[in-house]
């Protein structure tokens, strides 16, 4: 990712997971230590087309006494819960990641079923936070994510990004982040 217009980032962070033997998910950024996230997954069945990870399940996601779970699966509603048990310390939270609101779920709901390489997440999807009166729309078609923001935090704009053969993304956001993305 790239600096965001008007932010003071760093110009290099990176996610970095791997599915292989134990999960592992990993946040790095320019000057700030590496953030280990635990990651823990009950999977189930869910077609995510040419995304090369098996996405359905119950997931939860634990760093620096944040946790967050999700249920992912076919029901055309995909569940987050936002649950900090304690105060984040600045610095230890992977900017520009909004941190999870206490006691927040966040509820993304299919509204409608499209074609996409993206298997079952084909479709237009509005997301809402329980605590909060912003909404994303979200809609996967082909090999393309378009994701509008109306919220009262840094999530607000939008966000294009069109995937390629061998899991290459690109992307950019109305307030000037570049997204990218190679399988490796």
């Not at 217009?5 to 033997?21: E, K």
């Not at 950024?29 to 953030?35: F, K, N």
């Not at 105060?87 to 900017?95: D, H, K, N, Q, S």
């Amino acid at each position: 990712m790239g600096a965001g217009a008007g932010r003071d980032f760093p110009s290099t962070t990176q996610l970095a997971y791997s599915a292989s033997g134990s999960k592992t998910l990993t946040w790095t950024r320019t000057d700030d230590p590496v953030v280990p996230i635990q990651v823990q997954n009950t999977p189930a069945t869910l077609d995510a087309g040419s995304i090369p990870l098996a996405l359905g399940g119950q997931w939860v996601f634990s760093a620096n006494r944040v946790r967050c779970s999700a249920a992912i699966d076919t029901t055309s509603t995909i569940l987050f819960q936002g649950n900090p048990t304690g105060a984040i310390v600045g610095g230890t939270w992977p900017l520009p990641i909004p941190e999870p609101i206490l006691g927040t779920t966040y509820t993304v709901t299919r509204a409608s079923q499209l074609a996409s390489q993206f298997g079952f997440l084909g479709g237009q999807w509005q997301a809402r936070a329980s605590s909060s009166s912003g909404t994303c729309t979200m809609k996967v078609e082909g090999a393309t994510v378009n994701i509008s923001c109306k919220t009262e935090n840094s999530l607000g704009g939008s966000l294009q990004l069109t995937v390629g053969s061998g899991c290459v993304a690109s992307g950019l956001t109305t307030t000037g982040w570049e997204l990218s993305a190679r399988r490796r």
